[in-house]
């Protein structure tokens, strides 16, 4: 079993930056998967980005230039770091991790950008 924490979440303007963590309960190391994904309200849940253990890095094609996905396996978190945010970044961000035994969530993290 493994629980995923997500912090970092909030209001920001329009422009602004904010860093989301999502904290493991147990060693990321062996986690080959592991992702960010958002839903707004009245729409589905979409991948934002995702980070395998090697390191490459995916984008959506709406985030790419502006967010930044990084892992530190020591610390067992991953980041996302969300810069010029829009006030269509807003939605809930949930982080996702796919291992061996099943695939988990977080239970969110609200981001509101304000026009």
């Known amino acids: 079993q493994v629980q995923l924490v997500e912090s970092g979440g909030g209001l920001v303007q329009a422009g602004g930056s904010l860093r989301l963590s999502c904290a493991a309960s147990v060693s990321i190391f062996s986690i080959n998967t592991m992702g960010w994904y958002r839903q707004a309200p009245g729409k589905q849940r979409e991948l934002v980005a995702t980070?395998?253990?090697?390191?490459?890095?995916n984008y959506a094609d709406s985030v790419k230039g502006r967010f930044t996905i990084s892992r530190d396996n020591a610390l067992n978190t991953m980041y996302l770091q969300m810069n010029s945010l829009k006030p269509e970044d807003t939605a809930v961000y949930y982080c996702n991790a796919i291992t061996q035994s099943g695939t988990y969530w977080g239970q969110g993290t609200q981001v509101t950008v304000s026009s």
């Open positions: 980070i395998i253990r090697i390191g490459s890095r």
